[in-house]
């Protein structure tokens, strides 16, 4: 068994445990609580400092113990095995949907227009108010998240006989098989380009001057102060992001199409959408966590109405997306070059079910 994973995050997490560390002693860099900016829709926004900071330091220095010890622990007992796994996750689940807010999602919404308007002052905002040290602490700790979640679960595979690199066992793949994979993922792919497509069209009316749960008076304000180009970035990334997702069971997204000069007939490598897609699950997942702890809640659904009904539905949005990546990876492994379990050539999705969506 080996234990760089282990390792990795367990150092992430003394390093982490150790600025927060910092923090305690000195009072100041907690990045979040009510002295920062832009704290209204974080979970953390009435996390006091001199509370916030040593129980970060307390909470990620034993995690980093926790993986040290599962680094040196081929076999635990069953009981052991659950705790060490339980809290690892919890943390984990802290880490990558607790820590941040909507801003990550937000950023990846607005990067691409960031990116092209920035040489041309477009659109008029004060990065600094953007790039900011919570976000950078937000993304931060989705790394640190996903370090954990990589660690656990590989130690995980190999305190249970499975294999440490892809996950098999002697045991039938059951729902983890191409077939199976192909069939609960085409369904949660449905879900996941239907849920940002509704949040799209509220905010594409905007743009076509139909005040669609708004009054005419406050599209008139947003008109006037470009507002309604920021919605319109949100919704084309929201209608990419859609387009994207049915690639998880379009030929199209196994194979690089035709007019794709250069990359045509190749095959997507797995990550390439992947990744992607899993930083997004988080991100949705975070910015949904925010989203139902906003203060007024309630109040804010049943006054909004219609503007806000489509995020209502972002938790399943998550959930569905990653269930959908869950099920390309694994209808598309290939066998693993350490136990050599698995079929060694994936087959593409049948032609007959590219149109499915």
């Given amino acids: 068994m080996t234990n760089t994973a282990q390792k990795l995050a367990a150092g992430w997490a003394a390093l982490y445990g150790t600025v927060a560390l910092i923090w305690t002693v000195t009072g100041r860099g907690f990045p979040y609580g009510p002295g920062q900016r832009n704290m209204q829709t974080s979970p953390l926004r009435a996390l006091d400092p001199s509370v916030g900071a040593p ?33 690892v996750g919890l943390v984990a689940a802290v880490l990558l949907v607790v820590l941040p807010d ?18 041309f002052g477009w659109p008029p905002v004060d990065y600094s108010t953007v790039f900011t040290w919570t976000l950078a602490n937000q993304a931060f700790a989705v790394a640190g998240g996903l370090l954990l979640v990589r660690a656990a679960v590989r ?49 594409l009316a905007w743009v076509a001057g139909i005040p669609l749960g708004i009054s005419r008076e406050f599209l008139r304000e947003m008109q006037e102060t470009g507002l309604v180009w920021a919605g319109f970035g949100l919704a084309s990334f929201a209608v990419a992001g859609a387009i994207l997702t049915l690639g998880l069971v379009q030929r199209w997204g196994e194979t690089f199409p035709r007019w794709m000069v250069g990359l045509a007939g190749r095959r997507v490598p797995i990550k390439l959408a992947t990744v992607p897609a899993t930083l997004v699950t988080i991100f949705v997942m975070s910015a949904s966590v925010a989203f139902y702890a906003e203060p007024g809640f309630l109040a804010k659904v049943a006054e909004d109405g219609l503007v806000v009904a489509p995020m209502l539905a972002w938790p399943f949005w998550s959930l569905a997306l990653g269930a959908a990546t869950l099920a390309y990876y694994l209808r598309r492994r290939p066998a693993c070059v350490t136990c050599g379990r698995g079929d060694p050539a994936p087959v593409l999705v049948p032609r007959q079910e590219a149109g499915a969506y």
């Fill in 55 to 87: 129980l970060f330091a307390g909470v990620l220095l034993l995690t980093a113990v926790a993986l040290l010890f599962m680094s040196g622990r081929p076999a635990a007992s069953r009981p052991l095995r659950i705790t060490l796994l339980a809290y």
């Fill in 102 to 119: 909507t801003r990550l999602l937000t950023v990846a919404g607005y990067l691409p227009m960031l990116i092209v308007g920035f040489p």
């Fill in 155 to 203: 130690w995980h595979f190999a305190v249970t006989g499975a294999c440490e690199e892809c996950g098999r066992d002697r045991r039938a793949a059951g729902w983890t098989s191409r077939e199976s994979a192909a069939r609960w993922g085409r369904w949660a792919v449905g879900v996941a380009a239907v849920i940002p497509v509704s949040y799209a069209v509220v905010r």
